[in-house]
């Protein structure tokens, strides 16, 4: 082969591809803009090769090649000159369009001027210069003919003279031009790049971009090297970097299509495609091996050249199957490793979320996943919030807070009918007076993916629309369904797990405070020579909301409480030890006990609401003298129990504590003999219920008490306790249950 038939070889092949993968593209998805302006400047750009190709055959022929220059088949090379506009034109709108929002559509036809008015100077200039020398006046002509056409002959005359400099140095000047159209380009893509955010189109870009500076750097060398050193850029050198340059940016664009779905084009595209020029290299080099096969053999075999030259055919037939199968093998693994097919990113997000329980490394992945595989360019995520008991919108780059949505928006309950992917247009119906339509209109959104199990919506995502204009086709349809489905199963999963920590945090926390409410009551009651004092207490919950304390104040005088905070669990306990603490701090700075409730009350009243209080019955022992001075702050009334059978409740004191401010309380003073039985308890034990809902009643309680007087302390207390448990027997109990069961002892004689 001699080095033209190469070069003619080489362009056309370069040349036959660009125009092939173009061809391709713009079949698979017509549709698309950018499939559209990336095949046009492919074809163009294939053109080129495609007429130095031409050119190179035509010269071998002396001729042909008579007069070639000047034809009218020479001049149309210069088509190929279309791909710089649609060069510039691609460059704005990959990565991002920005013609989208351009108001003034027609004006990138501008671009194409120059190449149109090259293309038609080098096809018409004959005729044009003709028409514009045709016009020849007399200068000495006078009337009409000296006032019009003399001007427009020297008019004439000036513009073809113009031509015929442009004509004259057309390579030069159109080639400077391509120059600037390929700066313009660099410059457009450069700040277009700056604008990608989505990982998947980061990687596209990079390639592309790659390929076609590459390429384009070689294209601007190749032409100022012919003017500044023609001698060494000579038409064979420049004729090979073009060759070069178009191998390279073709090659990084296939390269970026195949293995990063870099044009929207479908996987079977992408896959037939690589076969295509797999199985093409592969039967060139069996066909190129048998046509050989005889002048290679010859020097070894001799006159058996023949046979061996079949038996090898035969050889490469057999191994071509396998060899071919091993290529497939090799070229996936080369082109399809990353796995773009939507089947793929289904397997995945499964393999992704199937474990994860974190719901905000699982909204990345969600969101990831949609950008990667599908190109969105924004997600929105649009969830239940169980703490506001509203739908909103979770933050993101595009709401700097979570965004809460009327439970009545219109376009809400529209989207809760939907149950697959739907554009947010079909739901006009429902966007009238719509806050919610309203911030998707303004945040670009286009399609609307509600995520609902059996029951209920749990959400819904809002994606906008596809980077680089590409369009939501049926495929993605299918695939945001069953994504969908899978986002619905790991978001509840990690739901529940969510919950099921906060229940453990709860657990742990009531734990804690029910082990903090323990530390606060007495280990166990005072043991006195003159008193004998027995307690028990059980909580219907972890954290109950009765206390009981017993306060030594002096060498004679014990304080007693017992009381009930309203409700039960935390709160109930958190009133709990602020009682304490007031009751605890009132009596170390000896206040009256009446003065004490009303402190009491203030406290409580400006802390908490009306419907916190607490009922409490505190009382002062002199456990010499007998005395005890109290005060019931609206407590089921103590019981005392005489020696002789009589039974008398301490009612004296004031209504129950921090419902209101400013209560008044009074206090009162009993003294109590021996074998007095003084027995105090909370409404857990005397509004105990049986199965038929009736009270055990604090008249049953006094009767045992009354009867059971003789008994001690303690024995009076589990006779009661195991007669409650028989009437009601569910434990725990209903309600928290405190018992202070007191008795003096009869061998001590009280002075006085």
């Known amino acids: 082969m001699n080095a033209d038939l190469i070069r003619s070889v080489s362009f056309t092949l370069t040349g036959g591809f660009l125009v092939f993968l173009a061809l391709t593209v713009v079949r698979d998805n017509l549709a698309n803009r950018l499939n559209r302006v990336t095949g046009a400047m492919l074809f163009f750009a294939g053109l080129g090769p495609l007429s130095l190709a031409l050119g190179i055959v035509v010269s071998q022929s002396a001729e042909a090649s008579l007069g070639f220059r000047d034809s ?4 149309l090379q210069y088509v190929w000159e279309f791909f710089f506009p649609f060069l510039v034109l691609f460059s704005m709108i990959f990565p991002e369009d920005r013609f989208k929002d351009f108001q003034r559509t027609r004006l990138p036809y501008l671009l194409f001027m120059p190449a149109v008015l090259h293309l038609l100077l080098m096809l018409f200039y004959g005729q044009l210069a003709g028409l514009l020398g045709s016009l020849k006046i007399d200068p000495d002509a006078g009337g009409f003919s000296r006032i019009i056409l003399v001007p427009m002959q020297h008019l004439f005359s000036l513009i073809l003279l113009v031509i015929s400099f442009i004509r004259t140095y057309h390579t030069t000047i159109f080639g400077w031009l391509s120059v600037a159209y390929v700066l313009i380009a660099i410059y457009c893509m450069e700040s277009g790049r700056r604008l990608v955010t989505n990982p998947r189109l980061l990687t596209q870009t990079r390639i592309v971009f790659r390929g076609m500076w590459s390429g384009l750097g070689i294209f601007v060398l190749s032409f100022a090297g012919n003017l500044i050193l023609p001698d060494l850029f000579t038409e064979g050198v420049t004729s090979a970097m073009l060759v070069f340059a178009s191998a390279i940016g073709v090659g990084m664009i296939v390269y970026a299509t195949v293995r990063y779905q870099f044009l929207d084009v479908r996987l079977r595209f992408r896959q037939s495609f690589v076969y295509t020029i797999t199985s093409a290299l592969l039967v060139g080099i069996y066909i190129v091996l048998v046509m050989q096969s005889k002048s290679l053999l010859q020097p ?4 058996q050249t023949e046979i061996v030259s079949y038996a090898l055919i035969i050889l490469i037939l057999l191994c071509f199957q396998p060899i ?5 093998t090799f070229i996936r693994s080369v082109f399809m490793r ?10 995945r997000f499964s393999r992704q979320v199937i474990s994860l329980f974190d719901p905000l490394k699982l909204r990345q992945i969600i969101e990831e996943t949609l950008k990667t595989s599908l190109l969105v360019e924004r997600v929105y995520f649009v969830l239940y919030d169980d703490e506001i008991e509203e739908y909103a919108i979770l933050r993101s780059d595009d709401f700097s807070r979570r965004v809460a949505i009327d439970r009545d928006d ?3 309950r529209g989207i809760n009918m939907l149950e697959s992917p739907t554009y947010l247009h079909s739901l006009a119906d429902y966007m009238e007076d719509s806050k919610l339509a309203g911030m998707l209109k303004e945040h670009d959104v286009r399609l609307i993916l509600p995520m609902k199990d059996a029951e209920h919506m749990l959400g819904f995502l809002a994606l906008s629309g596809k980077v680089a204009g590409y369009k939501y086709s049926g495929d993605d349809f299918n695939l945001l369904g069953v994504l969908s489905n899978q986002m619905v199963t790991a978001l509840t999963n990690a739901r529940l797990y969510v919950e099921s920590l906060e229940r453990a945090r709860l657990q742990e926390e009531v734990s804690m405070a029910r082990q903090i409410q323990l530390d606060l009551l007495p280990s ?3 043991a006195l020579d003159t008193v004998a004092i027995s307690v028990h207490s059980t909580p219907s919950r972890t954290v109950g909301g009765d206390f009981y304390d017993f306060i030594p104040i002096d060498d004679r005088r014990l304080g007693i409480v017992i009381a009930d905070a309203s409700g039960k669990g935390m709160p109930a306990a958190l009133m709990i030890a602020q009682i304490q603490a007031i009751i605890h701090s009132e009596v170390n700075n000896g206040s009256r006990i009446a003065t004490m409730f009303g402190n009491m009350n203030e406290q409580l009243a400006a802390a908490t ?3 916190k209080y607490v009922t409490i019955f505190y009382g002062e022992l002199d456990i010499v003298r007998g005395e005890l001075a109290y005060c019931n702050g609206g407590h089921n009334y103590p019981i005392l129990a005489r020696a002789d059978g009589q039974i008398e409740l301490l009612k004296v004191g004031g209504p129950l504590v921090g419902a209101l401010p400013q209560m008044e309380y009074t206090s009162s003073s009993i003294r109590m003999e021996s074998d007095d039985v003084l027995f105090m308890f909370t409404d857990g034990l005397s509004e105990a219920m049986d199965e038929d809902e009736q009270e055990y009643g604090e008249n049953r309680i006094r009767e045992w008490v009354s009867s059971r007087r003789d008994d001690c302390a303690q024995g009076i207390m589990d006779y009661i306790l195991e007669d409650v448990r028989n009437f009601d027997p569910i434990f725990p109990p209903r309600d928290d249950t405190t ?8 061998k001590v004689r009280f002075d006085g």
């Open 739 to 746: 018992v202070i069961s007191m008795k003096l002892n009869n």
């Open 300 to 303: 070894i075999f001799g006159a």
């Open 72 to 75: 009218t088949l020479f001049n």
């Open 324 to 328: 071919n199968s091993g290529m497939d």
């Open 410 to 412: 219109l376009l809400l």
């Open 338 to 347: 990353t796995r773009t097919d939507h089947q793929s990113a289904i397997e």
């Open 524 to 526: 166990h009651p005072p």
């Open 609 to 611: 609401s009306p419907e």
